[in-house]
């Protein structure tokens, strides 16, 4: 099992910067990519950035060259950093781990697990 607490959320004004960080215990030597969820007031959770076991990135187009997202394999964290906030990024940001998993047979699959989140808000 993997267990993921996130932090580092809060309120900042337009043009600030938060970072937020989210630590893996339990199984984390079964993590392969990471990745940062966040989900505004009626609107549906959407994927903001992913990074993989060894480093690899990709964002969503809305926060590309603003967010960077960042993993210490050795601490078990992962990390966002957000530049140049803005009101529209206010939402609940999660923490997503996939984990991989090998029955006995060989066959593979991933688990999917999540943080509580942690509130951003964005004053204008």
């Known amino acids: 099992q993997v267990q993921l607490v996130e932090s580092g959320g809060g309120l900042v004004q337009a043009g600030g910067s938060l970072r937020l960080s989210c630590a893996a215990s339990?199984?984390?030597?079964?993590?392969?990519?990471m990745h940062w969820f966040r989900q505004a007031p009626g609107k549906q959770r959407e994927l903001v950035a992913s990074i993989t076991s060894d480093g690899g990135t990709n964002y969503a187009d809305s926060v590309k060259g603003r967010f960077t997202v960042s993993r210490d394999n050795a601490k078990s964290t992962l990390y966002l950093q957000m530049n140049s906030l803005q009101p529209e990024d206010t939402a609940v940001y999660y923490c997503n781990a996939d984990e991989l998993r090998i029955y006995d047979s060989g066959f593979e699959y991933t688990v999917d697990h999540w943080g509580q989140g942690t509130q951003v808000t964005v004053s204008s």
């Open positions: 339990g199984s984390t030597s079964s993590i392969n990519a």
